[in-house]
């Protein structure tokens, strides 16, 4: 069974729909989880009171669930966008495209000559509906013992120095609940104090700040990916989820670009047997070797650069003047970072997912934990490599 979703809808038109099909019957749905994740993707240090006012979103189930369980039908939802009554009925066209957005190159590529078609659809808006689509897949990951979290390491200058590769289960764990508390999503105190001055200083400056988070995934069983393929490597389908977030232009696994800059002896994961378990001694792979997750926590860190949607004159051209223009400003956040985490978050938990029902694939959760049950117990990963 293939699981994948759909988005549709704008960013200030009447609705986000998003239709996740391949979800196997029995995953409990709870509808008040998957709007506490809807609330995640809105709250964070830097955005706009405006834009946290409006989203208040709520998902409303519209098919594919029963009695709190899905039926192994496509589960439809819509989000309704409470901003859509506000909406001139025909706002002026827009002709001027903005540096770093999508106006242009979305324009050249469908021949709209009204940039706010391609904008309308381009926004992270449509995260919410990618939010919610990973909220239904939470159940399921949690049945294998599964967890996602994140928090966050850069804002602006500002960084908080985590050695990615020394932490376990427990301790990402900790950080993540840490950060849960944090309006920045930063576990730390005092480097989230710092980021709320830098943010603070860039807004008073007209300006936006980008920066740096982690997403972890811990209780992953291994075998999930393959290494036959290169378009099955779990660590590239990982990294392109991540990377589609808007604004997020880099993503390493584990701690790469440390582990770039250092001799291969010192960057290894010692394999260990521990009451008669494989362990590893570090995690400098990040959780996945070949393609493959070996059993330990998957780890990613994700750049996001600042948003372009600045209150700073900008330089463009109108196409249909062909004159210089400043493109009128939108609304737009000071910093993304928290939420972006959040649906990092989404993007993990949803490949992840997929590689389960890969491996242990079948129409029914039951079906599916049996699978795996049948591959795991004492010694299971001993075995299964030495066979």
């Known amino acids: 069974m293939t699981l994948r979703f759909l988005t549709a809808g704008e960013s200030h038109g009447p609705e986000l729909t998003v239709i996740v099909e391949g979800m196997p019957g029995g995953v409990e749905v709870r509808g008040e989880e998957i709007d506490r994740e809807l609330l995640r993707r809105q709250q964070g240090y830097g955005r706009g009171a405006r834009t946290q006012r409006i989203e208040r979103d709520h998902a409303e189930i519209v098919s594919g669930v029963a009695a709190g369980r899905t039926t192994g039908a496509p589960v439809a939802m819509r989000i309704v966008n409470r901003d859509f009554a506000n909406q001139p009925e025909r706002p002026r066209p827009l002709t001027a495209p903005r540096p770093g957005h999508a106006d242009l190159p979305g324009a050249i590529k469908y021949g709209m000559e009204d940039f706010r078609h391609v904008r309308e659809r381009a926004s992270a808006r449509e995260t919410a509906a990618r939010v919610a689509a990973a909220a239904l897949v939470r159940p399921l990951l949690a049945a294998f013992g599964v967890r996602v979290g994140s928090f966050v390491t850069e804002v602006g200058p500002e960084c908080l120095r985590v050695r990615l590769e020394g932490l376990d289960a427990a301790a990402l764990a900790g ?213």
């Open 175 to 387: 950080l993540a609940a840490a950060a849960e508390e944090d309006p920045n999503r930063c576990p730390d105190a005092d480097a989230s104090a710092r980021m709320r001055e830098a943010v603070d200083g860039a807004g008073r400056s007209g300006e936006t700040v980008g920066g740096a988070f982690v997403v972890f995934a811990t209780g992953v069983p291994p075998g999930l990916g393959s290494h036959v393929h290169w378009d099955r490597k779990l660590d590239g389908r990982l990294a392109g989820a991540v990377c589609s977030i808007h604004a997020v232009k880099g993503v390493e696994i584990g701690p790469a670009t440390e582990v770039a800059r250092r001799p291969g002896t010192e960057v290894q994961d010692p394999i260990v047997l521990r009451d008669g378990e494989l362990a590893r001694m570090s995690n400098f792979a990040g959780g996945l070797e070949a393609g493959i997750t070996n059993g330990q926590p998957v780890v990613l860190r994700a750049w996001m650069k600042p948003l372009s949607s600045v209150r700073a004159e900008l330089v463009s051209v109108d196409l249909e003047t062909g004159e210089r223009a400043d493109p009128p400003y939108v609304r737009s956040d000071v910093s993304a970072v928290p939420p972006a985490a959040v649906v990092g978050e989404a993007m993990v938990a949803w490949v992840l997912a997929e590689a389960l029902l890969e491996r242990f694939g079948g129409d029914r959760l039951d079906v599916m934990l049996a699978a795996a049950a049948a591959v795991r117990g004492p010694g299971a990963a001993t075995r299964e490599a030495g066979r």
